[in-house]
């Protein structure tokens, strides 16, 4: 197959000598793939307006000698203006793609992975809630969808059953173990400590609809505390930090 048409949300691009960029496709047909956007200073605008980060588009490739694949072709289907227009809802698309990406696999269909970021986006674009509310539903949502759900009902070491005790007694998260561990297993220093009313709102935020977020209210110390236990749980499974964290830091 010489030529082949997908679709396709650009997570990145970086430059390629002079006027070429290598862009990072997420595509809906097949996984992650790089392409090469040829340019000429001329053309540098029309070419590249279409082939920005944050955008979903169609693409005609042409695979080349060496599995190089060059875009020939491009529509604009979703371009965000939205998100574009706003510098807090970049840095947070930045943030989806950023993670969503290392969960692709090279030239392989990950359609409930492509229709969880594309949902994502939609909704960022005319969300009006807290958006670290969305942060924490996307990541239960993303949980699911790449099968690795933090362990919350049992402790992950012993097996205890959280939910048979009879006192509303907490338990701590690991990230390392993948979930919570009850009061003896852990050391209760490095861990946190988690009460079974996290365990039933993070839940909520995992089967939910986002369009059921935005009236949605949950305190702010909640909302850190969750994010301090889902952001590390995440880095354990991708081995590496979030970059794009840093920069929704320096917003705020
Ligand atoms: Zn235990």
Known sequence: ?????????????????ETSNILVLLTKERGKLKAVAKGNKKLKNALFGGTQPVTYSEFVLYNGKGGLKTITQYKAIDPFMKI???????????????????????????RPLFDLLY???????????????LEISFLMHLFSVIGYM????????????WKAQKTEEAFYFSAKKGGVLC??????????????????????????????????????????FYESILIPFLEYYMERKIKSIDFIKKLN
């Open 84 to 110: 574009k227009s706003d510098l807090v809802k970049t840095a947070w698309a930045l943030f989806y793609l950023e993670v969503c990406q290392d969960f692709f696999q090279q030239e392989e269909e990950n």
């Open 119 to 133: 949902q994502t986006l939609r909704f960022l674009e005319q969300y009006e809630g807290d958006m670290r509310v």
């Open 1 to 17: 197959m010489k030529y082949e048409k997908v679709e396709a949300i650009v997570a990145k691009h970086y430059p390629l000598g």
């Open 150 to 161: 933090p362990e919350m009902n049992f402790c992950s070491n012993c097996k205890k059953d």
């Open 183 to 224: 009061p003896d297993c852990s050391d209760g220093i490095l861990d946190e400590k988690i009460y079974l009313g996290d365990v039933k709102m993070l839940s909520a935020l995992r089967d939910w609809d986002y369009k059921d977020l935005e009236r949605l209210k949950i305190p702010e110390k909640n909302i850190r």
